[in-house]
């Protein structure tokens, strides 16, 4: 524990690339499973596909996709974008399952209400159903975030994993104050980044608060 | 894709097969790591996930140690587990069970506590006592949603124990590490290609399990009902918001055409 509190300075750098390694995927995965997710989730042969090849993607290690991703495509080998797309992959494999799941919790009558007051299908996804997934989303969102974070660390084998770094410098050096350092930094961020999402999702999702309120003053 | 020529055929030949580093071997070591971690995390991930479930009681045990658990990084656990503990089978056990642990705990917890009550209620007024009511009837009907998080756990195990490697162990992760080291990526590729059909088939063998599972006639009724939500449902339930799935889970199935 020591060495955290007296290499702050490499603790902050190293966080910062951190978040960028896991953040950025999560983002970029974001904005390619929402549309996706909501597009095949009518359609059950779509559907199928993605949920089958989404599983095969995530059964490939980590590890194995950094090294063999530069061969696919034109990265260099120990390139930071390696683990970007990575991890993107994975955020988007998971999310791609998630996406439809979500949209499937919001009741038809919503649905009808919305197509009666005059909302044209895809505005209907925008403005309705998608806000309305909030909260799935929210839940699958954070695991993804805090996977993620833990995966960064995988990295540091092929030299890119932010304070995944104190693992393996640790782990050569001998040290196992500095490894101690690096699990308490990451499990740290991990947490902090959940609660953070947590949190903006209740943000996000005002009605739910009051929607609970009402039912425990109803009872 | 000269690499992916290079690898399959690195795989397709016998030799690499036999032989005491060859494929075989490998694969057997894998094999290995995984089932001792599968088989620590379901003891300790079961049991707890079973009392929670039936008392109703510690369930923020079960959300946050679940949370707690998928923040810690395997790679650094392994390490540290290696300086403190020596090389051997321990060091990757324990940092591969602390992704075993989470799903498990997740789903048989999920599975438990979404027993039909009047179906618990019935087993407890026939005096049926506490663990038999656990035993005998809570646990059949949640087998589905058990063996789904074993499923899953197996699946993140089986996936990240190359890791092992990196701490001079064997298993599919030593062509990973060895490859990047001597800069033979299409080494690294055979690793990768080999654990992605392990994972698939072990994947495929626990799906098959879940179907099985199923408690009383339910999945030979399934198969013909195209259901649309029922097979998310399933798969739905075990994150947590399965209250609301589940009641329209029973009562889509309530009035269903074999009665």
């Not at chain 2, 290079?6 to 580093?21: E, K, R």
């Amino acid at each position: 524990m020591r060495y955290l509190f007296t290499h702050l300075d490499d603790a902050w750098d190293l966080t910062l690339i951190h978040l960028w390694l896991s953040l950025l995927p999560l983002v970029l995965g974001l904005v390619i499973a929402v549309p996706l997710g909501a597009l095949v989730q009518r359609t059950t042969v779509l559907r199928r596909f993605t949920t089958v090849i989404a599983s095969i993607v995530f059964t490939i290690p980590s590890l194995a996709l950094f090294v063999v991703l530069p061969l696919i495509i034109p990265t260099r080998i120990l390139d930071q974008a390696n683990v970007i797309v990575a991890l993107t992959l994975y955020t988007v494999a998971l999310l791609v399952r998630a996406v439809p799941e979500a949209l499937d919790a919001v009741p038809p009558a919503v649905l009808d209400a919305a197509t009666a007051v005059g909302y044209k299908p895809l505005t209907r996804i925008v403005k309705v159903e998608l806000p309305l997934a909030i909260p799935v989303l929210v839940a699958s969102l954070r695991v993804v975030a805090v996977t993620n974070i833990s995966m960064v660390s995988v990295g540091s084998v092929i030299g890119i994993g932010g304070l995944g770094t104190w693992f393996t410098e640790g782990y050569q050096a001998d040290k196992s104050d500095q490894i101690i350092a690096g699990i308490v930094a990451i499990f740290v961020l991990a947490i902090v980044v959940d609660t953070l999402i947590m949190v903006g999702g209740k943000f996000a999702t005002p009605w739910v608060r009051s929607a609970k309120k009402t039912k425990a003053g109803a009872r | 894709m000269n690499f992916l020529q290079q690898a399959l055929s690195y795989i397709f030949t016998a030799a690499n097969w036999g032989g005491p580093a060859g494929l075989t071997v490998r694969i057997l070591e894998h094999l290995q790591y995984t089932a001792v971690a599968l088989f620590f995390s379901a003891l300790i991930a079961i049991p707890i996930g079973m009392i929670i479930g039936h008392t109703g009681r510690g369930t923020f045990l079960v959300v946050g140690g679940v949370n707690a658990l998928r923040a810690l990084p395997t790679l650094g656990v392994l390490l540290l587990g290696v300086l403190l503990w020596g090389l051997g089978l321990v060091p990757p056990t324990v940092a591969l069970m602390l992704l075993g642990i989470p799903p498990m705990l997740a789903g048989t917890y999920s599975g438990i506590a979404n027993v039909d009550r009047a179906v618990v209620d019935a087993a407890r007024s026939m005096g049926m006592t506490e663990s038999r009511v656990l035993l005998r009837v809570e646990v059949p009907n949640a087998l589905p949603l058990i063996l789904g998080g074993v499923r899953t756990a197996a699946l993140q195990i089986v996936a990240t124990a190359t890791v092992a490697a990196y701490a001079s162990l064997g298993g599919l992760g030593r062509y990973l590490i060895d490859g990047i080291k001597v800069r033979q990526f299409y080494l690294a590729l055979v690793g990768a290609l080999v654990v992605t059909v392990l994972a698939l088939i072990l994947d495929a063998a626990l799906a098959f399990a879940v179907w099985l599972s199923e408690p009383g006639t339910d999945r030979f009724r399934k198969m013909p009902q195209p259901f649309l939500g029922d097979e998310v449902a399933l798969e739905g339930a075990s994150t947590s918001r399965s209250d609301g799935l589940s009641r329209g889970d029973h009562e889509a199935r309530g009035p269903s055409p074999t009665v």
